[in-house]
């Protein structure tokens, strides 16, 4: 190996761009199940707008994922072939209701929806006590 295919640090840069350059041609999917061989834990909705893959930020996650990998000393990732990739949001598996038609994030991320029906009424006397005019608009209300 010559100088010029090794940083400061020792990391085979040009090996690893050429490697960066093949898995780039694939699928996201593909790519997404390489990332899952350095961080087992990746969350495909992390990687996804709508149906559309972050290739490029998979890309950048798996060549620092696997810079960690080589300073820590890790052994080697699963193959690629034996990789079990968790389900993707199109694929209908959601069984939260309250998640919107057609929504592909997980239920932690949607947005967080108001209580149905009004406050009780105790907390609006308490709310009427402690702050005038905004209260007693609620109380009306």
Not at 58 to 86: N, Q, S, W, Y
Not at 92 to 117: C, F, I, V
Request: aromatic letters at 6%; proline letters at 10%; hydrophobic letters at 35%.
């Amino acid at each position: 190996m010559s100088a010029s295919d090794e940083d400061e640090d020792g990391y085979e840069t040009d090996l690893e761009e050429a490697e960066r350059q093949e898995l780039a041609k694939e699928s996201g999917y593909e790519i997404f199940r390489e990332l899952l061989r350095y961080w087992p834990r990746a969350h495909p909705e992390d990687y996804l707008l709508g149906q559309n893959w972050h290739k490029d930020q998979m890309l950048r996650d798996i060549v620092l994922l696997k810079a960690h990998r080589i300073e820590a000393g890790a052994p080697e990732p699963v193959p690629r072939a034996e990789v079990v990739c968790p389900a993707l949001p199109w694929e209908g598996t959601s069984t939260s209701s309250s998640s919107s038609a057609g929504s592909t994030l997980p239920p932690w991320r949607n947005k967080p929806q108001p209580p149905a029906g009004a406050p009780p009424a105790s907390l609006l006397m308490e709310a009427a006590r402690g702050s005038g005019s905004l209260a007693a608009a609620a109380v009306a209300a």
